[in-house]
């Protein structure tokens, strides 16, 4: 029996997962659920194989009374799309089953994607605000153009995919000069950390060339973004859209990766903190506190700016670096980002209103509704 399309029926699409649920995001996916019962709304988990081939019913789940339960669903009036894949088998499956819902119902995303590192950098670079705050960016295309930019560079790079997530096939290139060896550091593609020296510049250029294969990447200046004890940094603010449809800063969390580590993120390994309190002790008082502003001005200016690029967004996880000199830089933004750092940090207002704040923009828009 299909449970009827309550006004506030809003559907989360996530990818398929092998285990005891056969989706991902499982604990998250309880939350929201939980949090659209208090809100009166109907919230249920889907993903892209479970649109049925008549495009009438979602064969979903739905958390109630304290567990999971299997259920036919019609299709929903708000689509929050979780489903975290860049592989092209489960994106084609994605593509369809969202072309079906279409067809036979009109539902609207909750959040609209992100379509690359490049084309966010030049979104980025329309905000005069931001254009000191961004790092120097170009696409990777050749290893010509990867040696021309070591030469202009300082003999480093950074290099990451334009679609990847969690630091993983992230690169740093030191090679200062044409004679000497090539050396790189970063993580493989299952998020190991990697080191490697070549005996000559262009062995290493022909390795880095081969592990990019046809993936895009863009490259950047190669920032020192670490902590006084060498442990690779960044600060993590989450912004989300709330009841009123305005953005507001959920939170703010610093993450800190192991010495060695390219990158600082907590799929890598990384340990959270609270923010403004480790730029305190890192920096100083006053200093933290002013890079603490300055991130929190930066993140309001964000997201009004790729809105105005790539249509509406409901979240955006932006992650900063600060470099030991106190420049703050902008290093990525995420319109699927996660939110567990606030809980290990123990920062229960935050983490309560990032579980919240996207039922709560859902119902905005559907009340929103001629």
């Not at 092998?18 to 889907?46: A, I, N, Q, W």
């Not at 259920?71 to 975290?84: E, H, L, S, T």
């Not at 409901?314 to 992650?319: F, H, P, Q, R, S």
Request: aromatic share 10%; net charge positive.
């Amino acid at each position: 029996m299909i449970n009827k399309r309550a006004r506030g029926m809003v559907g989360v699409l996530v990818r398929e997962a092998d285990g005891m649920l056969p989706f991902s995001e499982s604990d998250y996916c309880r939350k929201l659920c939980l949090t659209g019962h208090r809100c009166g709304m109907k919230v249920f988990v889907f993903t892209p194989s479970s649109v049925s081939a008549d495009k009438f019913s979602i064969r979903g789940f739905g958390f109630e009374n304290g567990s999971w339960r299997q259920g036919v669903y019609a299709p929903p009036d708000i689509v929050y799309d979780r489903c975290f894949s860049y592989d092209r088998r489960t994106l084609h499956r994605k593509r369809i089953a969202m072309k079906r819902l279409a067809e036979v119902h009109q539902f609207s995303y909750l959040t609209r994607g992100l379509s690359g590192k490049w084309n966010v950098h030049q979104a980025l670079l329309q905000c005069p605000e931001l254009v000191p705050h961004l790092p120097d960016t170009l696409p990777y295309r050749t290893k010509c153009q990867l040696e021309q930019w070591l030469d202009s560079h300082q003999g480093e790079a950074f290099l990451k995919p334009q679609h990847g997530t969690h630091g993983k096939r992230t690169l740093h290139v030191i090679s200062p000069s044409v004679s000497e060896k090539l050396l790189l550091t970063g993580r493989d593609g299952q998020n190991q950390i990697l080191h490697r020296k070549f005996q000559s510049r262009q062995e290493g250029l022909n390795w880095i060339h081969s592990f990019i294969a046809n993936r895009p990447y863009i490259m950047q200046s190669y920032l020192e973004l670490v902590t006084s004890g060498r442990e690779p940094f960044d600060i993590r603010a989450l912004m989300q859209k709330n009841a009123r449809g305005c953005w507001e800063l959920t939170g703010m969390a610093a993450r800190i990766g192991a010495r060695e580590s390219l990158t600082s993120n907590l799929h890598g390994g990384g340990t959270p903190l609270q923010a403004e309190s480790f730029l305190r002790s890192e920096f100083g008082m006053g200093p933290g506190s002013r890079i603490a502003d300055t991130v929190r001005k930066l993140s309001g200016k964000i997201p009004v700016c790729l809105e105005s690029r790539f249509g509406r967004l409901a979240e955006l996880g932006i992650d900063f670096g600060v470099d030991r000199a106190g420049n703050v830089w902008v290093l990525e933004t995420n319109s699927k980002p996660g939110r567990s750092s606030f809980f290990r940090i123990g920062d229960a207002a935050s983490a309560r209103k990032s579980i919240e704040n996207p039922i709560l923009y859902a119902r905005y828009l559907l009340l929103s509704k001629p």
